[in-house]
């Protein structure tokens, strides 16, 4: 398992960006598939964004695609989340999440994640 610790969340206004990171710990974090989920208040924790091992694919959720971005940098075992065009439906904890082995597109359920942060506020005011 990996440790992840997650930072950058907020206070912003609707139409603003905030970028998440999360850092990991571990020697062989090229082997993980990294993701994202949010769980915003009396709702279920759902999937946001995911990226494969090498960085070579990319998942999201229809809500966020074309204003998320996310990304990786195997070198320094960091995945960021460029968010943009926020609006007030994507207020929610963020919480990084890891996967051990080779990502399929039918991984994007929180029971393929087997490594969790802690969680990060994000708050988009309207």
């Known amino acids: 398992q990996v440790q992840l610790v997650e930072s950058g969340g907020g206070l912003v206004q609707a139409g603003g960006s905030l970028r998440l990171s999360c850092a990991a710990s571990?020697?062989?974090?090229?082997?993980?598939?990294m993701g994202w989920f949010r769980r915003a208040p009396g709702k279920e924790r759902e999937f946001v964004a995911v990226?494969?091992?090498?960085?070579?694919?990319?998942s999201y959720a229809d809500s966020v695609k074309g204003r998320f971005t996310i990304s990786r940098d195997n070198a320094k075992n960091m995945v960021s989340m460029q968010m943009n065009s926020l609006k007030s439906e994507d207020t929610a904890v963020y919480y990084c999440a890891a996967g051990f082995g080779l990502w399929t597109p039918t991984r994007r359920t929180v029971a393929d994640f087997g490594s969790w942060g802690q969680g990060t506020q994000v708050t988009v005011s309207s």
């Open positions: 990226i494969s091992g090498s960085g070579g694919s990319t």
């Open positions: 571990g020697r062989t974090f090229g082997n993980y598939y």
